[in-house]
C-alpha cells in the first residue's frame, strides 16, 4: 500500500513537470508581447522594458524556461502578467467554480448514464436501446458552445425558468468559504436558499458539460452489460435460479462497472478540459474561463497554470478509480 | 463432411474469393439491420456529397469567397435564401454546404495526421515493450493527462488563430488515443499463437508487425478514425467559436456560431443552421463508427 | 417545413419571452438602496490608477478616485476637482493648483498637497499606465508641495496638452499605501485589489472576473449631484461576456446598463419596451493602417488606389447607422478639427488611375488585412475591403490577430503587415493626442503601425506641442491634417458612435466624447423608484 | 410418481444465421427416469450442450423449437414463461458447468454466491428468505459435502483464490444447493487437470451414491461417461444416433460412428503395436543425437521481485528420427520447455545443441536462418493461424520468409503441401474461420513442414481436437514422419497418447525431470510416484472407457 501510494506520488510529480516543460515550450514558440499589451496603448518602449524585466521576460527562452522550472519546484507557477498575481493563487481562486461544476456534471452523467445503459443492454437491439444510443451519441455530437446557448435562450430568455449565467445572483452574498463549493458551502452555513439559487445556477452548465460524458458512461456501460450478461457466471446465476433483476442489477452491473469507472476517470479530465467552452457560454467563473482570457492575451503562466492544475486532478482522479477498482475487484486487492 | 471436388480448371474469380465476398455481405447484413448504423451512414453519405458538389450544390457560391449585400442582411428564411442570410448579407445556406468541404479537409488531416504518428509507435511500444514502450507510453500519457482542447488551445493562442494553425494544434493533439488504443490492441495481438507462429519460422520483426499486428489492429483504428472524424470537426469548430479557429470569409461551421451566437435568439437561423449541420456530421460520423464497431470489432470498449 | 416549425417555436418564444420579461425588469434593492447593475464584458484585472488603463479600470477608478480636474460634457470641457483653481507661468513651463480644503480620503485623511506629490511621483517612478503622458516633461523631484494646500509642477519645457492629461493622473493616500508597501513596490500589491482615494465610491466586494461592487462613499466631501436622497447605495460592474447573456440580462432587468451590444442588437433592443439607448457620437477612430516603408503598401499611389476603392458606406451600414465619416486624421469632436477637404470617398475610376500609376497597375498582388481576433466589426470591414479590392484585382486576406500579437508584430517595419485596422481612443481632447501618431518618435507603437515619416509633419507637432497660443497651434494642426491626408499613411475611416442600453429608470446619465468606448461617469448616475 | 422424470419427445430445434436456419437438434427422443444417470457422449458441434441447455430455459438466443416439446416431471416445459422458470431452475433441475474459472463470478465471496442461489431457492419457493446466519450454516455444510477443507474459511475466499479443483466443487455445491430431482453436468472434468478429473469424477459418483440423484452428464470423454452413467446417449450432429447402457454401448457399438469414436480412443494400457511395424523408428536413417539441451533452465520474474523457476535445469537428447515424448500436467514446465528449444523463449541458463551446434548463443541473422530446421506446432490452431490471411498466404508465409522463391513457385509448392496434408486446393483461397479444427491443424503442420525442417516440436497438437479428429491427426503425424524423415518433440498431457506415439519420454513435474525412459519401459514399471499417479488417474478413466477390452476386464 505505501509502495502503491509513493509510486503514484512519484508518477504524480513526473507527469506534473513533464506537462509544465510541455505546455512552456509550446505556448513560447511564437511570438507574443504580453509586455507591450499590460504596458498599455500609449506606452513608451522603455516602459514596456519595464514591464518586461519585472516579469523575467527580457531573458533568453531557456533562461526564462530554467527560471520556470526551478520556481515550479518550490511550488511557485509565476505570475499572471495582465493581473500581476501570482497564478497558483488565481488558479485556486478558480478552481473550486470549476470542480463544482465538473462534479455536478459528472453526478449527473453517472446517475442518468449508469441505468440508462443498464436499460439498453438488457434490452439489446429493441426501441429502447436504439432511442437511448441515438440519444447518447447526439451527446457527444451537440457542440457544447451551440447546445449552450440553446440551452440558455430556451429556459432563461424565452421561459425564464432558469439565471442565465454566473454562480449566484449580484446580490446574494457567497456563503463563508469552506470548500469554495458553493453547494457545499452554503448547507454548511445552513443556507438553504443560497444552495437553492446556487443550484439553479448550475442547471445549465452542468448539463451541457454532462451531455457527452453521459453520453461515455451510457456507451461503456452498455457494452459492458452486453458482454457481462453474456457471460458464464451470468448464465450460470440464470440457471442456478436467481431472479433476472438481481442478476442485472447486481451481479452483472458490479462486473460492468470497472470498466465504466475507468471511463469516468478518463472523463473527468476530459471535462476539466471541456469546461474552457462551457464557462464562456455561461460565465462561469472558473479556471476555464481563467485559461481562454489568459490564452487570448498571450499571458501564458496562467496558461501553464491551468493545465497543470487539469492534470493534477485528471491523476488523482484516476488514482482514485484505481483505488476503486482494487476495492471492487478482489483480484487487484490480493495483488 | 464434404470432400470438395478437386478442379484442373484454373478458378474463377467469385471462386476464389467466395470466403471474401461471404465476408462482405455478411457485413452488410449486419450493418444494414441496424437502423442507427444505416441513419449514420447516410449522414455521412450526405456530408460526403455536400462537400464533393458544394460549389454545384450551393445557390449563390460567390457568397462563400466575401462576396456580400448588406441590403438583405439577416433575413429569414425564404425561397430565396432557404437558411436566411448573414449580417453581410451572405446566403447561409451556401455557407453551410460549402463549410462541409472546410470541416471534411479538417476532420480528414487531424485523424490521418493522429493516425500516421500514433499507428507505429502505438505499435513500436505494444511490441518491443521495455524501455522503448516505457518511453513512448509516458509520453502519452502527459499527453492525455492534458486534456486535448486545453492543450490546443494553448498550441492556437500562441500560433495564432487560424484554420492551418488550428487544424496543426489538433493533429499535434490527437495522436496519443491512437497511440493507446494500438498499444493495448498490439499487447494482446503479441500474445496470439501466429505471432509466435511467425517468429517460429523466423519472420523479422518488421514482417511480424506489417503482415501480422498491424492487420489485426485495424479494425479498432477503423472504428477509432470513424468516430474521431466526428470528433476532429467538433474540436475545430470549438476553437473556432473561441474565436482561434477558420478564418472568414471562409466559410467553417464554428466560426459561423461564434459569429452567429451575438445574433441570437432574434435571428435563430444564423446559428440554427451551422450548428444543425455540425451535430449531424459528428452524429453521422459517431453512429457510423458505432456500427462499424458492431460489425468489425464487436468485443472492443469505448476508450 | 422545418423552418416552417423552427420560426413557430421561435416566435413563440419569443413572445413567451416578452410576457415573462415585462414584470421582470427591477434592479437591486438593498437595505442601504438602490444598486446599479451594470453589464460589461471586460474584466478589470488591476485596478491601481498608475499601473493600468482601460475603459473599464477607469470607470471605477474614476469612481473611488478624485484627480485635480475632471473631465464632463459633450464637448469634453476640464472642470476644477481637487483642485479648486490653478494658474500658469508665463513661460507655461510652470503650473500651481490650489486644493479644495474640505477633500477628505476614505480613511478621513485630508487630501493635501503631500499626497498629490507623492502620487505623481509614484506614477511617474512606476513607469507604468499613465506615465508616458507626462515623463518627457515632467521629473518626479519637480513637484513641490508648497504648502498644505498648494502644490506646483515644473515642468521641463513648455507643455501645451499638460492639463488635458491631468483627469487621469488620480490622486492615492500616501499614508494607506505606504502602510502596504512590500520590498518597496509602492505599494502596487496592495492596490491590484484594493482602493486608497478620495472618491464619491468605496471599494465593496471584489470578486476577479465575476463582479466588482463599489459602495457609495457616506459623505463625499463634494456631495451627489443627484441629492443625498436619489444618490444608490452603490454600484456592481458584472462580467457578461457573451453579447447574447447582455441583452437577456438586460431585458431580464438582472442588469441595468449594458455596453458592447451588436449594432443589430441596439436596433432590435430599442423596441423592448422600459429600454432607453444612449447613441452619441465619440471620438474613436477607426483606420486601416498601412505599412508606408515595406511591401507594395508603400507605394503612395497603391494606398491611393485602395482609400478609393473602399466602400464607405458599407462602413456606416455595418453600425446600422450609428457611426460617421472621417472628415479629418482628427475626429470631430476635438479641438482643432478641421474638414479637410477632398478626403478620399468610393471612385473606382479614380482607384484605377492611381493603380495604374502604381507599381501594379494589374493588381495581381495579396495583401494581408490584420484585425483584432474578436472584434466583429472590424472583421466585416474586413470582408467589405476584401470585396472592393477585388475589383482592383488585389486579393486581400483577412487575418484576425490576437491584440499582444499584432502590437508585437507592428512594432517593427519588417513585421507589420501591409493593412491593420486600429480603433484608436484618444486619452484627451488636446489636438496633440492624436497629431503625434504621425510624428516618427511614436514608431513601434500599434497606431503608429504605418510607420509614417514626413518630416515636415513630424516637426509641425513638435511646434505646435510647445507653442503656448491656441491659435498659432490651431494653425499648425490645420496644416497637419491636411498634410497627413495627402500623403495617405492609412485610410480614414469613420467615428464609431458609442452607444448603451438602459432601462428607463436609470437617470443620470451624462456622456463625455473623451471616455473611453464603454467608459460611464458612474457618479451622477441614479434610480429613479415608481 | 410414474411417469419419467424428464422426457424429450421428437424435439427438433433450430437456430438462424446469416446463412439461414441451422438445424442443431434433430428429432431427439429422450427420456430419464428417476434415479437414473445418463451420459450423453457427443463432439463438438454435436448439439449436446443446447439439448441440455434447452432443458433448463438457458438454450441459444436466436433458436426456434420446430417441433417436439420437453415435459419434466409431467410439465410441459417447452416454452415456459421466464417467472414460471424460477421454480425449476436451481431447484429441481441444476447444473454443473464446464470451466470453474468462468461460470464463478469473480467479484463475490463464493459464501455470498452460494447463499445467494439458497435465498433465491427460498424465495421461489415461496416460505420467505432465511437468516443469513442460516444460510451460512447450509453454505458451509454444502462445501463439506463436496469435499473441501476448511469450508468456514472458503466461504469468505474469492474464487480467483482457489485452485480449478476446488472451484468445480464449489459449482457442484451450487448446484446442490437445491436439492434438485435432476442434475445436468455440462463436462464437468474437461478443464482439469488428469488427477484432479479422476477426483472430481470420484466425487460426483458419491454423491450420486449418497443423495440418490438423477443425472445426466454430457461429455466428449467417453472415458469420463463410463465413469458415472449406466445409460448413454450417443450424439452426432444433431441426432441421437445411439442409446442404451453403457456397458452394451461400449462392448458392442451398433452405429457407424459410435464405432469410430471408440476407436479413435487411445487406451493407455495397450502399448504402441505401430512402433513395431515401423522399421524406420527402430532403426533410424541417420542416427545420432539432433537435438540436446544442456542445464537449461528459466526463471521469471515478477514485478513484485519474487521468481519464479518454471524450467529447472534440464537435460535432455533427442535422437535423430524418434518421437521423444514430453508429458506433464499443466503447470510443469514443458510449455516453456518446448518454446526455449526453439529460442523463442530466451532461456534464462543452459545450452541448447541442434545438429552438433550450439544455437543458444546465435542472434539475428544466424539465428533466423536456423529456424528453418527446426519447427514447431501449436496446441491451438484456432489461434495459430492469422485469421486476416488466407489458407495459403499462411502456408507460404515461411517460403516468402525463409526463401527467394517466385511467386507462382510458392503458390504451387503451397499447393503441393496443401496435397501433403491431404486438403483440397481450393482451401487455399479459405480463411481459417471456415475450416474444422483439424484441417486447421493440418494446415499448421503444412506450414511448419514447407521449409522441409529436420525437427519438429509439437505442444499438445491435438488436446483442442475431438477424439476422432485427434486419432486422424496423430496416425497422419506419423506417417508424415516416416515420409518426410522427420524427428519429433512430442508434448502431452495425455498419457494415453504419448503411450501410443512416443518412443522415449520424460516426465515434468514442476518444471523438473522426475523420470525418463524409453516409454514401454515407463508405463510398465513407473519408479517416481507422480508418474505412478499420473499414470493411475489416467487409467481410470481409460479403463472405464475400455470395459469391452479383454486385456483389462
Redesign the interface.
Known amino acids: 500500500m505505501l509502495a502503491f501510494a509513493f509510486r503514484k506520488v512519484l508518477t504524480l510529480v ?2 506534473m513537470i ?2 509544465a516543460a ?2 512552456f515550450v ?9 509586455a ?12 514596456v522594458t ?2 518586461r524585466t519585472e516579469y523575467g521576460l527580457d531573458k533568453s527562452l531557456p533562461e526564462q524556461f530554467v527560471v520556470y522550472m526551478g520556481d515550479l519546484v518550490t511550488g511557485d507557477l509565476g505570475q ?1 502578467i ?4 501570482p497564478v497558483l493563487e ?1 488558479v485556486l ?2 478552481a473550486p467554480a470549476t470542480l463544482e461544476l465538473v462534479f455536478v456534471a459528472m453526478a449527473i452523467g453517472i446517475i442518468v448514464g449508469v441505468p440508462l445503459g443498464m436499460l439498453s443492454a438488457v434490452y439489446k ?1 429493441g426501441p429502447i436501446d ?1 432511442i437511448t ?2 440519444f447518447s ?2 451527446g ?7 447546445f449552450g ?2 440551452l ?3 429556459f ?5 425558468w432558469l ?5 449566484l ?3 446574494t ?1 457567497p456563503p463563508e468559504t469552506v470548500t469554495g463549493l458553493l453547494l457545499v458551502d452554503s448547507l454548511l452555513a445552513g443556507r438553504l436558499d443560497t444552495f437553492w439559487t446556487a443550484l439553479r445556477h448550475i442547471i445549465l452548465p452542468a448539463i451541457v458539460l454532462s451531455f457527452p460524458c453521459l453520453a ?1 458512461i451510457l ?2 456501460n452498455r ?2 452489460m452486453i ?1 457481462v450478461l453474456q ?14 433483476f ?1 442478476i442485472v442489477a447486481i ?1 452483472a452491473l ?2 460492468a462497472l470497472l ?1 465504466t469507472l475507468a ?1 469516468i476517470g ?1 472523463r473527468f ?2 471535462m ?3 469546461t ?2 462551457v464557462e ?2 455561461f ?1 462561469w ?1 472558473g479556471i ?6 489568459s ?4 499571458d ?1 503562466k496562467p ?2 497554470g ?2 497543470l492544475v ?2 493534477f486532478f ?2 488523482v482522479a484516476n488514482t482514485l478509480v484505481d483505488l476503486a477498482y482494487a476495492w ?4 487487484l486487492r ?1 495483488a | 463432411m464434404t470432400t470438395p471436388v478437386e478442379l484442373s480448371r484454373p478458378l474463377t474469380f467469385r471462386e476464389r474469393h467466395e470466403s471474401k465476398i461471404r465476408q462482405w455481405r455478411l457485413y452488410a447484413h449486419m450493418f444494414g439491420k441496424s437502423f442507427s448504423s444505416m441513419l449514420g451512414l447516410g449522414l455521412v453519405a450526405l456530408f460526403l456529397l455536400l462537400a464533393a458538389l458544394g460549389p454545384w450544390l450551393a445557390p449563390y457560391p460567390e457568397d462563400t469567397v466575401g462576396a456580400f449585400n448588406m441590403a438583405n442582411k439577416l433575413m429569414g428564411p425564404s425561397a430565396a435564401h432557404w437558411f436566411g442570410t448573414d449580417e453581410m448579407g451572405s446566403d447561409i445556406l451556401s455557407r453551410v454546404i460549402i463549410g462541409a468541404r472546410t470541416s471534411l479537409w479538417i476532420g480528414l488531416i487531424i485523424t490521418g495526421v493522429g493516425a500516421i504518428i500514433g499507428v507505429p509507435l502505438g505499435i513500436i511500444a505494444g511490441y518491443r515493450g521495455g524501455w522503448v514502450r516505457a518511453v513512448i507510453m509516458r509520453i502519452t500519457e502527459l499527453f492525455l493527462a492534458v486534456p486535448g482542447l486545453a492543450l490546443a488551445l494553448a498550441i492556437v493562442a500562441a500560433l495564432g488563430p487560424g484554420i492551418t494553425n488550428c487544424v496543426v494544434a489538433l493533429s499535434l493533439v490527437w495522436w496519443p488515443g491512437y497511440v493507446r488504443l494500438v498499444e493495448a490492441k498490439t499487447l494482446s495481438v503479441k500474445e496470439e499463437l501466429f505471432v509466435e507462429s511467425a517468429r517460429s519460422i523466423g519472420a523479422k520483426t518488421p514482417w511480424i508487425l506489417w503482415h501480422h499486428i498491424l492487420p489485426n489492429c485495424m479494425s479498432p483504428i477503423i472504428v477509432k478514425m470513424s468516430m474521431d472524424m466526428g470528433m476532429a470537426i467538433l474540436s475545430a469548430a470549438s476553437l473556432g467559436f473561441i474565436g482561434l479557429g477558420a478564418q472568414p470569409p471562409a466559410p467553417e461551421w464554428g466560426a459561423m456560431i461564434s459569429v452567429a451566437r451575438t445574433y441570437m435568439p432574434d435571428w435563430w437561423w444564423y446559428s440554427l443552421f451551422p450548428g444543425a449541420a455540425i451535430f449531424l456530421t459528428v452524429l453521422g460520423f459517431n453512429l457510423l463508427g458505432d456500427g462499424l464497431r458492431d460489425i468489425l470489432d464487436p468485443r472492443s470498449r469505448d476508450r | 417545413m422545418f423552418g416552417k416549425i423552427l420560426k413557430n417555436v421561435a416566435v413563440a418564444g419569443l413572445l413567451a419571452s416578452s410576457i415573462l420579461a415585462a414584470p421582470a425588469g427591477a434592479f437591486e434593492r438593498t437595505d442601504k438602496g438602490n444598486v446599479i447593475v451594470f453589464g460589461g464584458r471586460q474584466a478589470i484585472p488591476v485596478l491601481d490608477p498608475h499601473v493600468r488603463y482601460d475603459w473599464s479600470t477607469r470607470m471605477i477608478q474614476q469612481s473611488v478616485y478624485d484627480a485635480l480636474v475632471k473631465y464632463e460634457g459633450n464637448p469634453a470641457e476640464i472642470k476644477p476637482w481637487l483642485a479648486e483653481k490653478w494658474e500658469t507661468s508665463a513661460d507655461g513651463k510652470s503650473w500651481t493648483f490650489h486644493l479644495a480644503k474640505n477633500a477628505k480620503f476614505h480613511n478621513g485623511d485630508p487630501v493635501t498637497a503631500e499626497a498629490v506629490r507623492y502620487s505623481f511621483e509614484r506614477g511617474l517612478k512606476l513607469n507604468k499606465g499613465v506615465a508616458w503622458m507626462l515623463k518627457d516633461f515632467l521629473a518626479p523631484e519637480n513637484i513641490v508641495a508648497v504648502d498644505a494646500n498648494t502644490v506646483r509642477f515644473d515642468l521641463k519645457a513648455p507643455y501645451a496638452p499638460f492639463l488635458s492629461f491631468l483627469p487621469w493622473w488620480f490622486v492615492v493616500n500616501p499614508a494607506e499605501v505606504k502602510a502596504h508597501e512590500v520590498d518597496g513596490d509602492y505599494g502596487q500589491k496592495w492596490l491590484t485589489d484594493h482602493a486608497a482615494g478620495s472618491g464619491p465610491f468605496k471599494l465593496g466586494r471584489w470578486e476577479p472576473n465575476v463582479l466588482y461592487e463599489i459602495e457609495a462613499n457616506d459623505g463625499y466631501w463634494k456631495g451627489w449631484p443627484q441629492g443625498e436622497k436619489n444618490r444608490p447605495a452603490g454600484v456592481i460592474y458584472k462580467i457578461i461576456r457573451e453579447p447574447a447573456a447582455q441583452k437577456a440580462a438586460l431585458q431580464r432587468g438582472e442588469a441595468d446598463i449594458v455596453e458592447g451590444l451588436t449594432p443589430d442588437d441596439y436596433i432590435q433592443i430599442k423596441r423592448v419596451p422600459g429600454v432607453v439607448i444612449q447613441d452619441h457620437k465619440g471620438m474613436t477612430t477607426f483606420g486601416i493602417k498601412f505599412n508606408t516603408q515595406k511591401g507594395p503598401t508603400a507605394d503612395i499611389n497603391l494606398r491611393k488606389a485602395i482609400a478609393y476603392a473602399l466602400d464607405y458606406d458599407a462602413l456606416i451600414q455595418i453600425y446600422n447607422g450609428a457611426a460617421s465619416l472621417e472628415t479629418s486624421p482628427l475626429p470631430d469632436a476635438m479641438k482643432g478639427h478641421v474638414a479637410v477637404p477632398g478626403m478620399p470617398r468610393k471612385d473606382l475610376a479614380k482607384a484605377k488611375e492611381y493603380l495604374a500609376k502604381s507599381a501594379y497597375p494589374n493588381g495581381g498582388i495579396t495583401l494581408p488585412y490584420v484585425h483584432v481576433a474578436g472584434l466583429e466589426e472590424a472583421r466585416r470591414i474586413g470582408l467589405v475591403l476584401l470585396d472592393n479590392l477585388k475589383e482592383l484585382g488585389i486579393t486581400v486576406e483577412v487575418k484576425p490577430e490576437q491584440w499582444p500579437n499584432m502590437v508585437a508584430a507592428g512594432s517593427k517595419v519588417e513585421t507589420s503587415p501591409a493593412m491593420t485596422s486600429v480603433f484608436t481612443t484618444p486619452v484627451s481632447t488636446d489636438p496633440d493626442a492624436v497629431a503625434y501618431q504621425y510624428h516618427k518618435a511614436s514608431w513601434g507603437q500599434y497606431y503608429a503601425m504605418m510607420f509614417y515619416d514626413n518630416p515636415k509633419v513630424s516637426e509641425m507637432i513638435d511646434q505646435a506641442r510647445a507653442a503656448t497660443s491656441w491659435d498659432d497651434r490651431a494653425k499648425l494642426y490645420a496644416d497637419i491634417q491636411k498634410q497627413i491626408v495627402a500623403d495617405q499613411p492609412e485610410v480614414f475611416g469613420m467615428l464609431q458612435n458609442r452607444r448603451w442600453a438602459h432601462r428607463d429608470y436609470l437617470q443620470g446619465f451624462k456622456f463625455s466624447p473623451v471616455r473611453f468606448t464603454g467608459e460611464v461617469d458612474l457618479y451622477p448616475m441614479w434610480v429613479k423608484a415608481e | 410418481m410414474t411417469g419419467p422424470l424428464l422426457d424429450i419427445q421428437n424435439y427438433r430445434l433450430d437456430i438462424a444465421t446469416f446463412d439461414g436456419p441451422v438445424h442443431v437438434l434433430k428429432d431427439i427422443n429422450l427420456t430419464v427416469n428417476r434415479g437414473d444417470t445418463l451420459g450423453i457422449v457427443g463432439e463438438s458441434g454435436s448439439g449436446k450442450t443446447v439439448l441440455v441447455r434447452s432443458v433448463l430455459g438457458i438454450g441459444p438466443k436466436a433458436s426456434k423449437v420446430v417441433e417436439g416439446k420437453i415435459a419434466f416431471d409431467g410439465q410441459d416445459i417447452t416454452a415456459l414463461p421466464e417467472k414460471d422458470w424460477t421454480k425449476i431452475r436451481g431447484i429441481r433441475i441444476s447444473m454443473i458447468f464446464q470451466d470453474p474459472m468462468t461460470y464463478l463470478n469473480p467479484l463475490f465471496t463464493i459464501g455470498q454466491q452460494i447463499s445467494d442461489v439458497i435465498a433465491a431457492h427460498e424465495k421461489a419457493a415461496g416460505h420467505g428468505v432465511s437468516l443469513k446466519t442460516t444460510r451460512r450454516a447450509r453454505t458451509v455444510e454444502l462445501l463439506d459435502q463436496v469435499g473441501l477443507p476448511n469450508p468456514a474459511m472458503l466461504f469468505d475466499q474469492y474464487p480467483h483464490q482457489l485452485s480449478g479443483g476446488m472451484r468445480q466443487r464449489v459449482l457442484i455445491a451450487m448446484a446442490l444447493s437445491g436439492k434438485p430431482d435432476l442434475l445436468i453436468a455440462d463436462e464437468p472434468t474437461t478443464a482439469l487437470d488428469v488427477t484432479v478429473q479422476a477426483q472430481v469424477l470420484d466425487l460426483i459418483n458419491s454423491l450420486v451414491e449418497k443423495l440418490n440423484l438423477t443425472v445426466i452428464m454430457i461429455s466428449h470423454d467417453i472415458g469420463a461417461i463410463a465413469t458415472i452413467a449406466k445409460r448413454c446417449a450417443v450424439m452426432y450432429k444433431g441426432e441421437i444416433v445411439e442409446q442404451g447402457l453403457t456397458a452394451d454401448i461400449l462392448s458392442a457399438p451398433k452405429h457407424e460412428y459410435t464405432r469410430r469414436l471408440l476407436a479413435a480412443v487411445p487406451d493407455i494400457d495397450t502399448a504402441a503395436t505401430k512402433v513395431a511395424a515401423q522399421p524406420a523408428v527402430a532403426e533410424p536413417a541417420k542416427p545420432g543425437v539432433l537435438l540436446e539441451a544442456i542445464g537449461l533452465k528459466k526463471v521469471y520474474r515478477s514485478q513484485s521481485g519474487t521468481e519464479v523457476t518454471a524450467v529447472n535445469s534440464i537435460n535432455l537428447s533427442v535422437a535423430t528420427g524418434e518421437i521423444f515424448g514430453v508429458v506433464g500436467e499443466s503447470g510443469s514446465g514443458k510449455s516453456t520447455l518446448a518454446r526455449m528449444l526453439l529460442r523463442l523463449i530466451e532461456p534464462t541458463s543452459g545450452d541448447i545443441i541442434f545438429d552438433g551446434r550450439n544455437i543458444s548463443g546465435l542472434t539475428g541473422e544466424p539465428l533466423r536462418l536456423m529456424r528453418r530446421h527446426m519447427q514447431f506446432v501449436f496446441q491451438n490452431p484456432h489461434s495459430a493461424l492469422n485469421g486476416r490471411h488466407t489458407i495459403g498466404d499462411a502456408i507460404g508465409e515461411p517460403l516468402r520468409i525463409q526463401t527467394s522463391m517466385s511467386r507462382r513457385d510458392i503458390e504451387a509448392r503451397v499447393e503441393a503441401l496443401l496435397d501433403i496434408v491431404q486438403l483440397p486446393k481450393m482451401f487455399k483461397y479459405r480463411y481459417p474461420h471456415e475450416l474444422s479444427g483439424g484441417q486447421k491443424q493440418r494446415i499448421c503442420i503444412a506450414r511448419a513442414i514447407a521449409l522441409n525442417p529436420r525437427l519438429l516440436i509439437l505442444d499438445e497438437p491435438t488436446s483442442a481436437l475431438d477424439i476422432s479428429v485427434q486419432a486422424q491427426v496423430l496416425d497422419f503425424l506419423q506417417e508424415l514422419r516416416a515420409e518426410l524423415d522427420l524427428t519429433y518433440v512430442f508434448i502431452s498431457h495425455n498419457l494415453a497418447v504419448i503411450r501410443q506415439i512416443c518412443d522415449r519420454t520424460i516426465v515434468m513435474k514442476r518444471g523438473e525431470i522426475v523420470e525418463q525412459g524409453e516409454t514401454e519401459t515407463l508405463f510398465l514399471s513407473p519408479q517416481h510416484e507422480y508418474t505412478k499417479a499420473l499414470i493411475e488417474s489416467g487409467r481410470k478413466t481409460s479403463r472405464a472407457a475400455n470395459l469391452s477390452a479383454p486385456a483389462v476386464s
Open positions: 513526473g507527469t513533464g506537462i510541455l505546455t509550446i505556448t513560447n514558440v511564437a511570438p507574443g508581447d504580453p507591450r499589451l499590460v504596458a498599455g496603448p500609449n506606452a513608451t518602449e522603455d516602459m519595464t514591464i499572471s495582465v493581473t500581476t498575481r488565481e481562486r478558480y437491439d436504439h444510443r441515438i451519441i447526439s457527444v455530437a451537440l457542440p457544447a458552445f451551440w446557448i440553446i440558455q435562450l430556451t432563461a430568455v424565452d421561459l425564464g439565471p442565465v449565467s454566473g454562480r445572483p449580484l446580490v452574498r461515455s456507451r461503456v457494452a459492458e458482454e457471460s458464464d457466471y451470468i448464465v450460470a446465476a440464470r440457471a442456478h435460479g436467481i431472479a433476472s438481481r451481479y458490479k462486473n470498466p471511463m478518463l479530465g476530459w476539466l478540459g471541456s474552457v467552452l464562456t457560454v460565465d467563473p476555464g474561463l481563467y485559461a481562454v482570457s490564452a487570448l492575451s498571450s501564458f496558461v501553464i491551468v493545465t487539469i492534470g485528471f491523476i471492487i475487484d478482489p483480484r490480493s
